[in-house]
Each structure stands twice: as structure tokens, then as C-alpha cells.
């Protein structure tokens, strides 16, 4: 993720704004598996996220959780934590979305959106960005054990 500051002069229609002006752009980028995750019980996929607020430009970390209850059927529930500021935590959440050609995506950006993809052999891994109107960010998660 990469949050940028520059100061800029900018005029459009005969008006003027000037000073500085902030930005954010998450990417993930990657190999993907082109295939969903099938099988018999559940897959859970843990790991990193970190996103600016796009209130004040703050970068914040966290942790994703993806998980699919059956395999059998699978759509995917995404939770990314983050960690504010002020010591309390932010929690998206996008419950039951669809697969497909092992890539996933529900909402629409500065919305409530989320766009991932599944990577390695067994997909062993999956990345993404997430934009809500209050973040946006990158999340990559790594698949654990089944229990």
C-alpha cells in the first residue's frame, strides 16, 4: 500500500485549489490458482492487512480471516481487523461471497468493497484489497490446518 502527500496548485472551470493533497492506492499482485478451493469440511486462511483511514490518511495494521465453512459449496467470509489509533479496533466484515475461477469480489469501491484471488498449490494463500468509505487496504492470508 503506498499513502502519498504532495503539494499541488490545481484550477479546473476558473477555480483555484491549492496546498496539499493526499492519496492512497492499495495493490496485491501475485500468481493465482485459477481454480476455487473444493474438498469436504472447512478452509480458514489467516494473515496481514493494512490500509490508510481515508478520514486522515493514517496507516493502520491488522489481521485478515477468511474462512469457508464448507468446501463442498464454498462461499467465502472475509473479516479484516484494524488496529486505530486510539487503541480500539475497526471490523469489516463481507459475509458470503461467491467464487470464482479462484477469485473473489463483493461490493462496490468506496462502498463496501472487497477483491481477492487464491494462490499455490492447494491454495495455500490468498491476497487482496478491500475500500469501504472509512478505509481502504491490502490484506494476503495464509491457509491454516484443518482442525
Do not use: C
Amino acid at each position: 500500500m503506498v499513502i502519498g502527500e504532495e503539494s499541488r496548485q490545481i484550477t479546473d472551470d476558473e477555480r483555484t485549489w491549492s496546498g496539499p493533497f493526499q492519496t492512497a492506492h492499495a495493490w496485491a499482485a501475485g500468481e493465482t490458482t485459477d481454480t476455487n478451493p473444493t474438498g469436504t469440511g472447512s478452509a480458514t486462511w489467516r494473515g496481514i492487512a493494512e490500509a490508510a483511514s481515508t478520514a486522515d490518511f493514517q496507516r493502520l495494521t491488522g489481521t485478515a480471516n477468511l474462512t469457508i465453512a464448507d468446501l463442498s459449496q464454498p462461499r467465502l467470509t472475509a473479516a479484516i481487523h484494524l488496529d486505530k489509533i486510539d487503541g480500539s479496533t475497526a471490523e469489516l466484515r463481507w459475509p458470503d461471497i461467491s467464487l470464482s475461477n479462484g477469485s473473489f469480489s463483493q461490493g462496490s469501491a468506496g462502498d463496501h468493497h472487497i477483491h481477492g484471488r487464491f494462490h499455490g498449490q492447494d491454495h495455500s494463500e490468498a491476497w487482496g484489497i478491500f475500500h469501504t468509505n472509512a478505509y481502504m487496504g491490502a490484506f494476503g492470508a495464509k491457509r491454516q490446518p484443518q482442525q
